[in-house]
C-alpha cells in the first residue's frame, strides 16, 4: 500500500500540470484580449458586451452608468412632487411625460449596466442601502413652481452638455443609450425655458419667483459636472479609454458659455458677481463654487439626502408586490407558451 502522502503526491500532480496550462491559455487570452481592446480603442472604436475587457474598464463604466441611472430614478423626486400642484392641465400632462422619461432613462441605463455582467438587482440594492452615489443636484428641493422651470433649463441643460459627448463613449450600449436619452433631455430642456420665460415675463412676483429659483439652482446645477479636474480622480482614465470625451472643467465652462446668453434672453441674471467675457480665453470665466458643499452633498449631507433616498425605499418596497406578480405572470407565460412556439 503506497505512503499517503505519496497517494496524494500522484493524485495532484497532473492536476498541477492541468491548472498550469490552464493558466497559460487565460494568460494568451487576456494578452490577445487586451490587444485587440488597445486597437478598438485607439481606432475609437466602440466595445461590445461580448468583447474581451480589462476588468477596471468594466468595473469603472458599471459605476458609472449605475450612478448615472439611480440619478435618472431619484431625479424623478423634485419633480414628481410638482405634478398634482402643476399650475394647468397642459403643464401637468407635460409634467408627467418628462417624469415618466426620466423613468425610461433610468431603465435604459439599467439595462446597459446589466450588460457588464452585474445583476440589475444588485444595482438597485446599492441605491436601497445608500451604498451608491447618484447626481448631487437631487439633493436639493423644487420649493416653487419656478423651480421646475429652473430644473429643465439648468438641470436638464448641464445634463445635455455632459450626455452628448457620452453618446460617443467607446462601450456600445453606454452610448447607444444616449443618443435616445439626449434627445428627450432637449424636449425637457426646452420646457423648462418656456416656463421660466413665462414667469420672468409675468408678474413681477412671476418673475421674482424665477429668478429665485435660479440662484438656488445655479450652482448646484454647475455642480452637476463633477469635482475639478485636479480633484477628479476617474477623469483620465475615463478619457484614455474614450469613456469620456472632455474634462469636467471643460465641460462646465461649455455650460456657462452656453446660459450666459440664455440668461440675458430670458431676462433672469445669473448669480455669480464674478461672471464676465473673458477676451482672450474667449470663455466666459466665472466664480468659485461653494466645493465644501458638493463634498459634504456626496457624503449624504444634502438638504434633502435622507429624505430622497427614503422615499425610494418606501417606493420600492410598496412596490414589492408588483414585481413579484409580474414575475410569477411571466413565469406562467412561459410555462404555457414552449419558445418558438
Ligand atoms: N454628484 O472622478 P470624478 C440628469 C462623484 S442625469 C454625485 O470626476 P467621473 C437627468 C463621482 O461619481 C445626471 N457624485 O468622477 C435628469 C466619483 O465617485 P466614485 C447624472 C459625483 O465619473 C434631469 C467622484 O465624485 N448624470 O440630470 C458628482 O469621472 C432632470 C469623483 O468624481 C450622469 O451621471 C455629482 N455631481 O465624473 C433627471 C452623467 N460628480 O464613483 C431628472 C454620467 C462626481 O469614484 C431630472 N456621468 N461625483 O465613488 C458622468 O459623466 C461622470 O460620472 C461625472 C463624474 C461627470 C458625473
Known sequence: MPHPSTAQDSHAAPLRLADASDA?????????????????????SRIEPRDWMPADYRKSLARQISQHAHSEIIGMQPEGNWITRAPSLKRK????????????????????????GTARETFYDQLYTGRAKYSSIFNYPARTWADIGAIGWLVDGAAITNQVPLCRASYGPYGRAMVRVCKEESF?????????????????EQHQMAQDAVDRFYGPALQMFGPPDTDSPNSQQSMAWNIKRFTNDEL???????????????????????????????HYDFGELDWDEFFAVL?????????????YRRARDEGAWVREAAAAYARR??????VGA
Not at 93 to 116: C, F, N, P, R, W
Not at 189 to 204: A, C
Open 299 to 311: 457624503k449624504g449631507q444634502g438638504p434633502l439626502s435622507s429624505q430622497r433616498l427614503e422615499h
Open 252 to 282: 462646465r465652462q461649455r455650460f456657462v458659455d452656453m446660459i450666459v446668453p440664455q440668461a440675458e434672453a430670458l431676462g433672469l441674471t445669473l448669480p455669480d458677481p464674478d461672471l464676465a467675457w473673458n477676451e482672450e480665453r474667449g
Open 24 to 44: 497559460d491559455a487565460a494568460a494568451e487570452e487576456a494578452e490577445a484580449g487586451q490587444a485587440r481592446f488597445d486597437e478598438l480603442i485607439a481606432e475609437d
Open 188 to 204: 425637457h430642456q426646452r420646457q423648462g425655458w418656456e416656463i421660466l420665460h413665462t414667469l420672468s415675463h409675468g408678474t413681477d
Open 333 to 338: 407565460q412561459a410555462a404555457a407558451e414552449p
Open 93 to 116: 400632462a407635460i409634467l408627467m411625460a418628462k417624469v415618466q422619461d426620466e423613468a425610461g432613462h433610468g431603465l435604459y441605463l439599467y439595462s446597459a449596466a446589466e450588460t457588464l
